[in-house]
């Protein structure tokens, strides 16, 4: 049993890898501005406070074996506020774990860091998990950056870090391109249990998708590392249900968040 740091824990995905994460056996802390909707229970301690409070940072890694960095701005946003949120939060997260002997970090990482790369749809498995960063937006520059201190860290203090690209994340796709990108819950547990388990230093960055039938994605950096991905998109819904989904026709890895203004709040 391990004691896990879930920076953000009060985000959406957040409170779904909590009961998984319990179900698993390990201990949680919450790190979070906002109180989770859902309760705190038996095993957890939340603590209140940002990435970018040191004090609050200390607190939170009291005890912990690894840290799940998911605080963050999730989509595009102003240059200056997703630097803060994005960047400096995730130096601060990296340097506190490391001056507390906290050596694996799984960070939140993005398909919007290669959002640009062509989507190659006819042929499968063609993009691999570590391909060289391509953004679409500020906030994917902010994703790519954070796999850059994830690879500093992890020379310069001997950590075992994970950079996890994750794709659509949900219970269920929500669109046509979710059905080659989704993220599902039960299989982004499994990407943090293999990183729990890590014990090579070392930077990885991985594809942190499900195993969606005819994806472009390349599982096997994060096979590589005991990430096993069990799901399929295609799996979880009918045909009906499939061929309702909302298109998608743009050709690139990162889809309609190519059409956001640079800098522009997507809400």
């Known amino acids: 049993m391990a004691t896990l740091l879930i920076t953000g824990a009060a985000g959406r995905i957040g409170a779904a890898l909590r009961p998984r994460l319990r179900a698993a056996g390990h201990d949680l ?11 705190v229970s038996p095993g957890e301690r939340f603590v209140a ?7 609050a940072l200390e607190n939170a890694l009291a005890g912990v074996d690894t840290v799940v960095h998911l605080a963050g701005i999730p989509t595009e946003a102003p240059w200056d506020d997703l ?11 990296l340097e506190r774990a490391a001056a507390n002997g906290v050596l694996r970090v799984m960070l939140a990482s993005s398909i919007h860091a290669v959002g ?9 498995g063609s993009v691999p998990g570590d391909r060289l960063p391509r953004p679409d937006t500020y906030y994917g520059v902010t994703k790519a950056g954070m796999e850059l201190l994830g690879s500093l860290f992890a020379d310069r203090y001997d950590m075992s870090v994970v950079s996890a690209r994750i794709g659509a994340f949900g219970e269920r796709p929500s669109s046509s391109r979710a059905l080659l990108m989704w993220s599902s ?8 249990l293999a990183t729990v388990e890590l014990r090579e230093p070392g930077h990885h960055v991985v594809w942190a998708l499900s195993r969606n039938s005819g994806s472009p994605a390349d599982l096997s950096a994060g096979e590589a590392i ?3 991905p069990h799901d399929d998109a295609s799996a979880v819904l009918d045909a009906d249900a499939r061929e309702a989904l909302p298109p998608d026709d743009l050709r690139t890895l990162g889809g ?3 059409e956001l203004p640079l ?3 997507a809400s």
């Not at 802390?29 to 309760?39: Q, S």
């Not at 640009?116 to 499968?124: A, N, S």
């Open 263 to 265: 800098g522009r709040s």
């Open 83 to 93: 630097i803060a949120a994005n960047l400096t939060g995730t130096k601060n997260v």
């Open 256 to 258: 309609g968040m190519v």
């Open 49 to 55: 406070g940002s990435v970018n409070d040191v004090d």
């Open 226 to 228: 005991g990430f096993v």
């Open 185 to 192: 819950p039960d299989d982004l547990v499994r990407l943090v």
């Open 29 to 39: 802390v919450l790190l979070d501005e906002r109180t989770p909707d859902d309760p």
């Open 116 to 124: 640009l790369v062509p989507e190659p749809l006819e042929q499968p």
